[in-house]
T-cell receptor
Framework: DAMVIQNPRYQVTQFGKPVTLSCSQT?????MYWYQQKSSQAPKLLFH???????NEADTPDNFQSRRPNTSFCFLDIRSPGLGDAAMYLC????????????FGAGTRLSVL | AQTVTQSQPEMSVQEAETVTLSCTYD???????LFWYKQPPSRQMILVIR??????QNATENRFSVNFQKAAKSFSLKISDSQLGDAAMYFC?????????????FGGGTRLMVKP
């Protein structure tokens, strides 16, 4: 009965080869977030969607893009992965903006060869 | 900018014992939220406990409780009667009250090991 589902759990890509990570939710939450978490570090917010409104963090590289075709799904696209993009990518949702709990998926671990 | 610091990269505790994880933060705001999240190996991060800064009473959730010292900007997590399933990374996080984007600022995490 997972509520935030990320696929795949492990993804291997080649240097410079575009890759897409997916996230789906059964909570019908308005907000979806993407975080990057490197080994033994805190999660770092890349961007979030409030409904269809996209909000990019100021220091998120242009190499990272996102799509949210509907309420349930959100995708993270890495256009040209570099070795430094190898990390765990976490998707989270919250019911709304404001003081609402964020629910996290189990993450996708991306390796770049 | 707000910062959150967890000074203990790793902690260990004997099963059934009590352990306290430390967290300090820096902010100029008077109202905010503080959280402890647990991230078990290969599993999703889940909320353990939440504290509103305007509340003087420390939050408690079963075996988990916090010691919130607002003046000292300290927010420690106490786990009583530790269980093997408590082994995980624990992240302290901060959120401004008037944060339309619901952005969390995380600390660097503490890895908790529980010895049988």
């Amino acid at each position: 009965d997972a509520m935030v589902i990320q696929n795949p759990r492990y993804q291997v890509t080649q240097f410079g080869k575009p890759v897409t990570l997916s996230c789906s939710q059964t909570l019908n939450h308005n907000v979806m977030y993407w975080y990057q978490q490197k080994s033994s570090q805190a999660p770092k917010l890349l961007f979030h969607y409030y409904d269809k409104d996209f909000n990019n963090e100021a220091d998120t590289p242009d190499n990272f893009q996102s799509r949210r075709p509907n309420t349930s799904f959100c995708f993270l696209d890495i256009r040209s992965p570099g070795l430094g993009d190898a990390a765990m990518y976490l998707c989270a949702t919250s019911r709304d903006l404001g003081p609402h709990i964020q629910y996290f998926g189990a993450g996708t671990r991306l390796s770049v060869l | 900018a707000q910062t959150v610091t967890q000074s203990q990269p790793e902690m260990s505790v004997q099963e059934a014992e009590t352990v306290t994880l430390s967290c300090t933060y820096d902010t100029s705001e008077s109202d905010y939220y503080l959280f402890w999240y647990k991230q078990p190996p290969s599993r999703q991060m889940i909320l353990v406990i939440r504290q509103e800064a305007y509340k003087q009473q420390n939050a408690t959730e079963n075996r988990f409780s916090v010691n919130f010292q607002k003046a000292a900007k300290s927010f420690s997590l106490k786990i009583s009667d530790s269980q093997l399933g408590d082994a995980a990374m624990y992240f302290c996080a901060y959120r401004r009250i008037n944060n339309a984007g619901n952005m969390l600022t995380f600390g660097g995490g503490t890895r908790l090991m529980v010895k049988p």
